[in-house]
């Protein structure tokens, strides 16, 4: 309690203007900056597994199952930074039990277990069943015992039961493309339905996080594809990263334009949270806005990916750009959902002042919690990429 | 021997919904289905008119800012007595000869609100209480994923201090800044116009100490109460109208600068 | 149908059903009475303990002090006002009696000069040019301001 006040005491001390006595203590911090990141994650990988499922996208093929499996070990993790959030974590069974109809986060729940077990585990399981079966006669140990219990008792192998297969991955996939930008766009609505919050409060929100959520979800699995080709020691598929990066490059631009668009927006309506926001954009966010999340994460992209789309330099140089790109694409999203996070609470709603962001590295909060929840997707994905290969499966859908 | 696959799944269909139904009914004499029961529609209609509806006035031309509601409401609800956490709180307003104007609240305004600008340089000056507004259509109620903070019947929005979650989202969505995270009992937290004084008659504890009868609290049912007549007879505005919250703290005297 | 599906969709409808059941189990029993809330914490929050007793209650036993005030400027102050509950520790009035330190810093909280507090009805002063450093109760009743010492 004693370290508590004493980081308000410090707080105080940091207050620029004038601001609500409550408003002190910024209540959503790194956590709630991770929660949109990793769902964002999940979603866009999905989209551009859908990309190659749904749409025909053929050059995307050997991502496919990767970028399945990607999804599936952030999943997993999506619920972990709230639950590390809450006050009462213990209660946090509550949103299942009585969730408020007119609350944007009560849907979480929901939606979240949903797209986990109906649209993302069924759509795995519809496109390995086969496989597991095959697996299940070839394999040993815990793999042979994990293989037999997976596929459910429904041991067929023959064409007629592939083709169903199929069929039902496809339909799984056309409904999880609407389920994706549900899990997604709820988060945006969170922050744009909060009047009280004229940084929040925007109609675009739900598209922006909806469009930098595939914008990050694409960037990731390109860097997973690159790494994992990279680890088996196997060429990379040139038509496959080239198509992926173009799609990178389109969303991209469809994200900034929209991003773009609802700042120019405040700017020439300039209303009563203008002048605040001016003032915070110049300020306080200025490294994390207009360098990490506009020139890095967005600007330099574009113009890379953009060039390539005019000229295509050799082979050696597009894998070093595009694992680059991946790399800044990530961190300008990531600091995207942190501009949006700890940007609305630095204001206060007063208009009249500032309060500051303290950077804790331990605890709940903290730098390390978070680099712990953003490293152990990664170990997940490496032990679903063990336990189901997505190079040695043995049917491929068409 | 497709008609004996299709013998047995339908087979199958039926045990296992009979095996479901049997179950579910089986547990309802565990937990009878509350749900189902059709009486409570009718116990609510009327309990409806008989509860007050609360409100409260602050005449801003008779505050003198001297922080003693702020420090009164801190004592009677338990609040943490650091510069922190403030149910109400009031501001001194400072509007200088060059436009600017200077907006401060040392600690919520408890000892006394103190003049920090020189003479010359005041245009004008005036105190604001501030407190949670009991919007009628109040967006922290909206925003609460599981249902812990609630309008009561008699108009009071309330937290349940058993079932929130500490998620912070009612406080992201209130507009005035009404409301905090309790750091002793981890939920939040804000005025509940004294609901434990109220509810036996008595005067929320502000409005108790107030030395210029600055606060008017009462029922805005009651044609005949202070609070009426202060309506009736100032023209009185609440805080930040244009986001409609149906606020139910009314001022008299608000000047444009507050925020 | 194929056996996939069926098997399937069973596993969905028992999913949804056991999940509706734990709902019914876990929800609070008064939730839901008066509108999405548990309908109990209403009366939690009546629950509560009052520290503030009110003017009447002290008057009870402070008839005098009540009829001196309420003949000079001081009648609209309420005794809590100046005498809150929890000085020293005090709860209970009889026990500990709540005394005010009459000291300028506390009389200065209402009547401190402050550009906010023009034409509100309050006298204001400039305390060292009054009367220097010394304490206002040296002159003034307190529940009788005007009722000068010397």
């Known amino acids: 309690m004693e370290e508590h006040y004493q980081h308000l005491y410090e707080a105080l001390t940091q207050v620029d203007g004038y601001i609500y006595p409550n408003e002190i203590d910024l209540h959503w911090g790194l956590m709630i900056v991770l929660y949109p990141y990793i769902t964002g994650l999940v ?3 999905f989209i551009l597994a859908s990309l190659e499922r749904v749409f025909n996208i053929k050059a995307l093929k050997p991502t496919y199952g990767l970028a399945l499996l990607t999804a599936l070990a952030f999943l997993f993790v999506a619920t972990l930074p709230l639950v590390s959030h809450l006050q009462h974590p213990l209660r946090s069974y509550e949103i299942f039990m009585t969730p408020n109809p007119t609350s944007a986060m009560a849907i979480f729940g929901f939606v979240y277990l949903w ?28 793999k042979k015992i994990f293989y037999k219990l997976i596929t459910l008792g429904i041991n067929e192998t023959d064409e007629k039961s592939a083709k169903l297969d199929d069929k039902l991955g496809y339909f799984i996939t056309v409904l999880g493309i609407p389920s994706a930008f549900l899990l997604h766009g709820y988060v945006g609505f969170i922050f744009g339905s909060i009047k009280a919050n004229p940084w929040w409060s925007t109609v675009l929100m739900p598209v922006i996080f909806l469009f930098s959520a595939m914008v990050s979800g694409i960037a990731l699995v390109m860097l997973v594809y690159m790494v994992v080709s990279w680890v088996r020691k196997v060429k990379i598929d040139m038509l496959c990263l080239d198509t992926i990066a173009k799609y990178l490059f389109y969303i991209l631009i469809i994200d900034f334009t929209l991003e773009s668009l609802d700042q120019i927006h405040r700017l020439y309506e300039a209303e009563e949270s203008f002048d605040i926001i001016k003032v915070l954009v110049g300020g306080k966010l200025n490294i994390t806005l207009i360098y990490m999340q506009v020139i890095f994460g967005t600007i330099i992209p574009l113009s890379i990916i953009g060039f390539f789309q005019i000229y295509k330099p050799a082979e050696k140089i597009r894998i070093i750009a595009y694992f680059f790109i991946g790399i800044i694409v990530l961190i300008g999203i990531f600091f995207m959902r942190w501009n949006v996070v700890i940007g609305g609470q630095l204001f206060s709603k007063s208009l009249s002042g500032f309060t500051s962001f303290k950077a804790v590295y331990s605890g709940m ?11 152990l997707p990664l170990l997940i994905l490496s032990f679903l990429l063990w336990l189901m290969p997505p190079w040695k499966k043995v049917s491929i859908h068409e | 021997m497709g008609t004996e696959r299709i013998k047995k799944n339908r087979r199958t269909f039926f045990k296992s919904s009979a095996a479901l139904i049997g179950g579910t009914l089986l547990y309802s004499l565990i937990k009878p289905f509350e749900g189902l029961a059709q009486t409570k529609e009718e116990d609510i209609q009327e309990d409806k008119t008989n509860f007050p509806l609360w409100g409260m006035g602050v005449d801003l031309e008779s505050c003198i800012g001297c922080g003693k509601c702020a420090e009164a409401c801190k004592i009677e609800n338990n609040v943490p007595i650091e510069p922190f956490y403030f149910r109400t709180w009031v501001e001194q307003y400072t509007v200088k000869n060059n436009g600017e104007v200077k907006i401060e609240s040392p600690n919520g305004g408890i000892g006394g609100l103190k003049q920090s600008v020189p003479d010359d340089e005041i245009f004008k000056s005036f105190m604001v209480p501030k407190l949670c507004n009991h919007c009628t ?6 925003a609460c994923p599981v249902g812990a903070t609630f309008i009561s019947p008699d108009g009071v929005v309330l937290v349940d201090e058993t079932y929130c979650i500490g998620c912070s989202y009612c406080i992201q969505a209130c507009p005035y800044g009404a409301r905090y995270m309790n750091p002793v009992t981890k939920v939040a937290d804000k005025c509940t116009f004294c609901y434990h004084r109220i509810s036996k008659g008595l005067q929320p504890a502000c409005v108790e100490v107030c030395p210029t009868d600055a606060r008017i609290f009462g029922n805005l049912k009651d044609k005949k109460s202070d609070l009426v007549k202060f309506l009736q007879n100032n023209p009185t505005q609440v805080l930040k109208p244009h986001l409609n919250t149906h606020s139910r703290v009314f001022y008299n005297g608000l000047s444009s600068e507050v925020k | 149908m194929p056996k996939i599906i069926f098997r399937l969709l069973l596993s969905f409808i028992v999913f949804v059903t056991v999940f509706v059941l734990i ?37 009870t036993c402070h008839q005098d002090v009540y009829d001196l005030k309420s ?4 009648d609209r102050v309420r005794c809590e006002s100046c005498h809150f509950p929890k000085i020293a520790g005090s709860v209970d009035c009889e026990v500990m009696p709540p005394k005010v330190e009459g000291t300028l810093e506390f009389c200065a909280q209402c009547h401190a000069i402050n550009l906010g507090r023009l034409k509100k009805g309050v006298p204001q002063l400039d305390f060292k040019e009054h009367k220097g450093d010394q304490n206002c109760i040296e002159c003034h009743n307190v529940h009788a301001p005007w009722e000068l010492k010397e």
């Open chain 1, 43 to 45: 979603a866009g990988a």
């Open chain 1, 115 to 142: 797209y986990l077990m109906v649209v993302l585990l069924l759509e795995i399981w519809f496109d390995y069943r086969r496989d597991f079966v095959i697996w299940s006669k070839t394999s040993t140990g815990f």
């Open chain 1, 365 to 375: 909060e903290g730098y390390l919690m978070s680099a712990v929840w953003l490293i």
């Open chain 2, 137 to 142: 259509k109040a967006p922290c109620v909206q």
């Open chain 3, 23 to 59: 709902q019914q189990y876990l929800t609070p029993n008064s939730f839901g009475k008066y509108g999405h809330y548990r309908a109990n914490a209403i009366n939690d929050n009546k629950m509560r303990t009052s520290h503030y007793k009110g003017e009447e209650n002290c008057v």
């Open chain 3, 71 to 74: 003949e000079d400027v001081h």
